[in-house]
């Protein structure tokens, strides 16, 4: 990530945001590899979860930038909880994913954490982020 910000305060950037153009603008500079992953996680409909969402978690309680862990690092191992991935390996069940979702969003600032479940769950909406706004940012995502 370019500019080391939670992808919660890129969200909250991108909501201030006032016109199209500064919207894909924030998009592109923070638009590196893994966010692009976390977009396309976010947008495509054909990518599917392996993983049942824990009922209760603890939200950290660190405040922004002193959590365990972050999404940014967090995107290179999500392949764990895609349905399929040809890098899960074999005798990875449902419960052991979700026992490895328990413990990450455990260890996210609870802003990031919220963020990444509501994609988990299909539920990811932010203010003025379309699907075709993303696919005009890059056009080479696939969603």
Known sequence: MSSEKLYS??????EKATTKQERINILRREGDERFRFFLQ???NPAIE??????HMYRPAKEPA?????????????????LKGHPMRPPG?????TTQQLLV???????????????VFQKQFKIKNLTHGLVKEAFPDLII
């Open 41 to 43: 996680l976010a947008f």
């Open 92 to 96: 990875y069940t449902t419960e052991r």
């Open 9 to 14: 305060e890129i969200f909250e950037e991108f």
């Open 65 to 81: 930038g002193l959590n365990y862990a972050y999404l940014d690092t967090e995107m290179p191992k999500m392949y764990r909880f």
């Open 104 to 118: 990450m969003i455990e260890s996210l600032h609870k802003d990031e954490a919220a963020l990444i479940l509501k």
């Open 49 to 54: 979860f392996d993983i049942q969402l824990p």
